[in-house]
């Protein structure tokens, strides 16, 4: 009697790390698709509310990661609106010499820069409650991404892990030639990282050649194949993508019915 295969064990992080993979990040893709329609700030603001929320609920993440998380999406939406506001043509609600804001342009920017946030908000509660080795177990047990290209990007993913210590275990021979600064400290200039940088690269070169042949002999592209450790499907996944279109879809319908919902009329 042979034992039942193992499965990912998806229990940490909160409710959303115990998600299917492939399903969150086929969520992902259709809010993002149906934000690329909508032109109005209320509905990607009303969007953001609910997404912000829902993340900081099923999710174990400190409010200052979450913030931290928000500075690049911030710094993009904001370059988006003032962009926008000062370049595109409408009515003049502000005018200083050459500088001029439309009516519009905040319309559209805010809702560009609105519709970056949920992007935002939804990625970093991705990133936070998904394990790269099960995202990749997932897609191609689900999703039937090919084993090529699986355990390709579980060897680079596994590469980008050990990089940290393949950097500390270089400036470290570096220090054993190189001379000490006189606080006992290690070189930090220009050119001793440049060298370190480039020992890195050729480390990672030559990992990567044994890696690949590595793969090579043991069948990678072979089919058919089997799954050992497989990355369960639930019915609370499911439930939680038809939670995640119902909430889109109402919020859209909504925002439609109070007169708020703009689409690419609102780019004339």
């Given at each position: 009697?042979?034992?039942?295969?193992?499965?990912?064990?998806?229990?940490?992080?909160?409710?959303?790390?115990?998600?299917?993979?492939?399903?969150?990040?086929?969520?992902?893709?259709?809010?993002?698709?149906?934000?690329?329609?909508?032109?109005?700030?209320?509905?990607?603001?009303?969007?953001?509310?609910?997404?912000?929320?829902?993340?900081?609920?099923?999710?174990?993440?400190?409010?200052?990661?979450?913030?931290?998380?928000?500075?690049?999406?911030?710094?993009?939406?904001?370059?988006?609106?003032?962009?926008?506001?000062?370049?595109?043509?409408?009515?003049?609600?502000?005018?200083?010499?050459?500088?001029?804001?439309?009516v519009?342009?905040?319309?559209?920017?805010?809702?560009?820069?609105?519709?970056?946030?949920?992007?935002?908000v939804?990625?970093?509660?991705?990133?936070?409650?998904?394990?790269?080795?099960?995202?990749?177990?997932?897609?191609?047990?689900?999703?039937?991404?090919?084993?090529?290209?699986?355990?390709?990007?579980?060897?680079?993913y596994?590469?980008?892990?050990?990089?940290?210590?393949?950097?500390?275990?270089?400036?470290?021979?570096?220090?054993?030639?190189a001379?000490?600064?006189?606080?006992?400290?290690?070189?930090?200039?220009?050119?001793?990282?440049?060298?370190?940088?480039?020992?890195?690269?050729?480390?990672?070169?030559?990992?990567?050649?044994?890696?690949?042949?590595?793969?090579?002999?043991?069948?990678?592209?072979?089919?058919?194949r089997?799954?050992?450790?497989?990355?369960?499907?639930?019915?609370?996944?499911?439930?939680?993508?038809?939670?995640?279109?119902?909430?889109?879809?109402?919020?859209?319908?909504?925002?439609?019915?109070?007169?708020?919902?703009?689409?690419?009329?609102?780019?004339?």
């Amino acid at each position: 009697m042979t034992a039942a295969p193992p499965v990912w064990p998806l229990t940490a992080g909160g409710t959303l790390a115990r998600r299917n993979p492939t399903v969150k990040l086929a969520l992902l893709f259709v809010v993002s698709l149906v934000l690329v329609f909508i032109f109005d700030p209320v509905t990607p603001a009303a969007l953001y509310l609910v997404a912000l929320a829902a993340i900081g609920s099923s999710t174990r993440l400190a409010v200052k990661t979450m913030a931290l998380g928000h500075v690049p999406f911030l710094a993009f939406g904001l370059g988006i609106l003032v962009v926008n506001a000062l370049s595109r043509p409408g009515r003049v609600l502000w005018e200083a010499g050459p500088l001029r804001v439309t009516v519009e342009g905040l319309s559209v920017g805010g809702s560009l820069a609105l519709r970056t946030l949920v992007i935002g908000v939804l990625a970093i509660g991705f990133i936070v409650s998904t394990d790269g080795v099960a995202l990749m177990g997932s897609l191609h047990q689900h999703a039937r991404l090919g084993s090529r290209i699986t355990y390709a990007v579980l060897a680079g993913y596994r590469m980008l892990q050990e990089m940290p210590r393949e950097w500390q275990t270089i400036r470290q021979a570096h220090a054993v030639r190189a001379p000490l600064r006189p606080d006992g400290s290690l070189p930090g200039g220009l050119s001793a990282h440049g060298r370190a940088a480039y020992t890195l690269l050729v480390v990672s070169v030559r990992k990567g050649e044994r890696m690949a042949q590595s793969l090579e002999a043991r069948g990678l592209g072979l089919t058919p194949r089997t799954v050992w450790r497989k990355v369960p499907l639930l019915r609370a996944d499911w439930l939680m993508a038809g939670a995640v279109i119902l909430v889109l879809g109402g919020i859209a319908y909504l925002s439609h019915v109070l007169g708020f919902l703009e689409g690419y009329g609102a780019l004339r």
